[in-house]
T-cell receptor, first 114, second 116 residues
């Protein structure tokens, strides 16, 4: 158990809808990163939040957006859902105080877009 | 360009035997970190082991060890004394920036099935 939680665990949406995924970071961690993992692939970096500010973004369109709250929990919002957005969405928390800065992952949210 | 390459097909391993999972990486940075994660069918990514680019010793964590060959840009994971619970996908990942932008680049993973 990493202490990172995500909700919901599963979600079914239709094309064009909007979705919000939530993540609670491990106690004391102030950085949250989001990844998208398509079936049969490794996770792809979406973006990272550090102390409520976006701190780096991967190659994802603006309809992928996020927030981080004062308690360091985070949301991932996806607008205008497309079929290709169907994936496992993983969040990871970390504490950037050392060279290692290991990211600890939550159980993920499985999103299916029909 | 793909930064992490994991090309082995799915592997079947006899219980109690050792297994080596290959990972090669591509970076022009001198400072970087390499990670291995395990992903069971439940989906959660479980951190296994870390190797820093300046570490002179190969990393070890219990039954996991990392065979780090910097000149060849490889970071192979060795799992000793395989157990049935080791059946999972294994991902190699690299972090290129410290303290600024801690993003991980993952490979496509290696499937391991441990048989009794």
């Amino acid at each position: 158990e990493t202490g990172v939680t995500q909700s919901p665990t599963h979600l079914i949406k239709t094309r064009g809808q909007q979705v919000t995924l939530r993540c609670s970071s491990q106690s004391g961690h102030n950085t949250v990163s989001w990844y998208q993992q398509a079936l049969g692939q490794g996770p792809q970096f979406i973006f990272q939040y550090y102390r409520e500010e976006e701190n780096g973004r991967g190659n994802f369109p603006p309809r992928f957006s996020g927030l981080q709250f004062p308690n360091y929990s985070s949301e991932l919002n996806v607008n205008a859902l497309e079929l290709d957005d169907s994936a496992l969405y993983l969040c990871a928390s970390s504490l950037p105080t050392s060279e290692r800065e290991t990211q600890y992952f939550g159980p993920g949210t499985r999103l299916l877009v029909l | 360009a793909q930064k992490i390459t994991q090309t082995q097909p799915g592997m079947f391993v006899q219980e109690k035997e050792a297994v080596t999972l290959d990972c090669t990486y591509d970076t022009s940075d001198q400072s970087y970190g390499l990670f291995w994660y395990k992903q069971p069918s439940s989906g959660e990514m479980i951190f296994l082991i870390y190797q820093g680019s300046y570490d002179e010793q190969n990393a070890t964590e219990g039954r996991y060890s990392l065979n780090f060959q910097k000149a060849r840009k490889s970071a192979n994971l060795v799992i000793s004394a395989s157990q049935l619970g080791d059946s999972a996908m294994y991902f190699c990942a690299m972090r290129e920036d410290y303290y600024g932008n801690n993003r991980l680049a993952f490979g496509k993973g290696n499937q391991v099935v441990v048989i009794p």
